[in-house]
């Protein structure tokens, strides 16, 4: 198939007779094109040559060339190439020879199965090179700085058009990990030294020094790191290894933006800004904070966490945690007789004061384990009836989130938390109380462009019926939102009771439930890597056991992949119409990564 392509007003080249593939070799062998008329003499002069090289790298031996130079006075000169490709010469022998320590090193046996030259083929340059510089990168990186090819060559048979390839590569002797130094920090050393995930005297090999750079950057305390391998102070066969650390500032501030817009029982719009205030190091001891205050016009939050390292800087950690939160769920509503229907008068409001104290461990296969003891107040009415129970809540939880990469929009995931709480009038607690929580979401990509979100949701409340009004509304169930099911505000949806209020009205109560299950299926299409739009469907409810009333609500959105996570614009639309909810719609406007 020809190919030609001009050099602005100096050269015009037909290269014909070559496949695709020839072809863009051929014009990179030949190199940049002709400026001025002294270049073109050069670049005219040399051409059999390189178009003779081109077609030696990818195997084709026997080809024959023919060039043709038509010049033009007012015009650009026409040069043609007409190429006969000939049979390509094929490998007849794939000799690939190891010896020295690297024989006892599992990770040369999976790289030589992953090796594509094989006999058959045909002979390739490009390829070879590929993997004899394939072969060299991965014994630097696991530590053989002494490995040497004591023969690599292809050798040609032009008799019967067929190539021997032999790499014989010598490791010596591997490297160790020498003594692991740092600098520019004012943390104590053990507390750094935990974070290394190799022990003084192990094989070298890079894979441990990126986790440790991971380790210090999850760490949270530094906005610099450099792991550097001191290859030129080896001793004694040991690598020490040198790590520049640059500390983040003192305080950092990030704020977050959300909203939700749309005609359900909390109506209109509901903004939403989240501020968040981090001192990443407090003392030498490696302690943390993190207060979060977030502001929407009826659910303020305030919430501070002081965080103690103790065996392990990020993998045990003893954590207290103040908290005010107030917020608002479900809706109340009254019956008008006039038009013989109940209209939304306010929601269940409640102030929550919360006091915990949590041990967190993770295991090594990356199960985050918790155990705590939290002190709850919440002041509620409910019914026209003020409570204020006490709650001491022992729990235990178990999550796990596995990524398929570390971008803030990952292609693929799963993430699982499971939790149980226990509250005991003999310690304390108003109630006797035990919850169950399990939240699933898995992430899948196909095909580069097609991804796929799924989440479940479950709970369960196992408490006395005549005991469920002193559960607080934080402990309850509710469902709606836009980690719930989209198209419905923030916990409006749940049983409800019928109660007579202090005005003598008859009054409904939207007040939660003891069951949970929701259910969202999702995906998403990749119209650009930073743009995708989404369909979804979410489905479930809150719900007692003689209350049950199944919710599905459907939409799509708009997700900018922006660099500081996705921006998700979805409209839900509620299918289902409730004695409490009318079919609704809803904007929501979120920011954040999925896992």
């Not at 992949?561 to 289902?576: Q, Y």
């Amino acid at each position: 198939m020809p190919y030609s392509y001009a050099q602005d007003s100096i050269l015009s080249i037909k290269i014909n007779g070559a496949n695709r593939a020839l072809t863009n070799n051929i014009r990179a062998h030949l190199g940049q094109e002709p400026k001025t008329e002294v270049q073109r003499r050069a670049y005219l002069f040399n051409v059999e040559d390189n178009v003779q090289a081109a077609l030696k790298s990818m195997g084709y031996y026997h080809a024959k060339i023919t060039t043709q130079t038509t010049p033009n006075k007012n015009k650009p000169w026409q040069l043609s190439i007409d190429i006969e490709q000939g049979k390509p010469v094929t490998l007849k022998w794939v000799d690939i020879f190891f010896s020295g320590d690297m024989l006892d090193d599992p990770t040369f046996e999976a790289w030589l199965d992953s090796v594509t030259l094989k006999p058959g083929q045909v002979l390739d340059h490009g390829k070879y090179t590929f993997v004899k510089n394939q072969l060299l990168t991965l014994a630097l990186a696991r530590g053989y700085f002494d490995g040497v090819f004591t023969q690599s060559q292809i050798k040609i048979n032009r008799d019967d058009n067929s190539a021997e390839i032999n790499l014989h590569f010598n490791s010596g002797k591997r490297y160790r990990f020498g003594q692991v130094s740092f600098e520019g920090h004012t943390l104590n050393t053990d507390l750094l030294n935990a974070m290394i995930p190799f022990d003084d005297g192990a094989y070298y090999a890079t894979t441990p020094l990126s986790n440790l750079n991971r380790n210090l950057l999850d760490s949270g305390y530094f906005g610099q790191i450099k792991v550097l391998p001191q290859i030129e102070h080896i001793q004694n066969e040991q690598v020490p290894i040198k790590v520049m650390l640059t500390p983040k500032p003192s305080h950092s501030i990030e704020v977050g933006l959300g909203a939700d817009i749309g005609n359900t029982s909390d109506s209109s719009i509901e903004p939403r800004v989240k501020l968040t205030w981090r001192t990443p190091q407090i003392n030498r001891f490696g302690h943390f904070q993190d207060t979060t205050a977030e502001w929407s016009p009826d659910r303020p939050k305030l919430l501070t966490t002081y965080t103690i390292p103790l065996a392990h800087p990020l993998d045990d950690q003893f954590k207290i945690k103040v908290g005010l939160l107030r917020d608002k769920y479900g809706a109340t509503q009254v019956f008008d007789p006039n038009d013989n229907s109940f209209s939304n008068t306010g929601q269940l409001e409640s102030t929550k004061y919360q006091l915990a104290f949590t041990r967190q461990t993770r295991t090594k296969n990356n199960w985050l384990i918790g155990y705590s003891l939290e002190a709850i107040k919440e002041l509620y009415t409910q019914s026209d009836i003020d409570y204020d129970p006490e709650f001491y809540l022992l729990s235990y939880g178990l999550s796990r989130t596995q990524r398929g990469d570390n971008s803030l929009d990952p292609k693929s995931g799963f993430r699982q938390t499971y939790s149980i709480e226990y509250a005991d009038p003999k310690l304390g607690s108003s109630i006797q109380l035990t919850r169950f929580q399990a939240k699933l979401k898995w992430i899948d990509t196909f095909f580069d462009k097609h991804r796929f979100v799924s989440r479940l949701d479950l709970g369960a409340d196992l408490v006395s019926k005549d005991d469920f009004d002193l559960v607080p509304p934080s402990l309850r169930y509710f469902a709606g939102g836009d980690q719930s099911i989209r198209g419905y505000s923030y916990q409006e949806l749940g049983p409800y009771i019928d109660y007579i209020n202090n005005d003598g009205q008859q009054a409904r109560q939207v007040v939660g439930g003891r069951y949970l299950a929701v259910a969202s299926a999702e995906y998403q299409y990749y119209v650009t890597p930073t743009w995708r739009v989404a369909t979804f469907i979410d489905a479930g409810n809150a719900f007692d056991k003689d209350q049950f009333e199944p919710i599905v609500s459907v939409g799509g959105g708009l997700h900018w992949i922006s660099p500081i996570g996705p921006i998700k614009l979805d409209v839900g639309v509620g299918l289902n119409d409730t004695e409490t909810v009318a079919r609704s719609w809803r904007i929501h406007l979120t920011m954040g990564a999925d896992l």
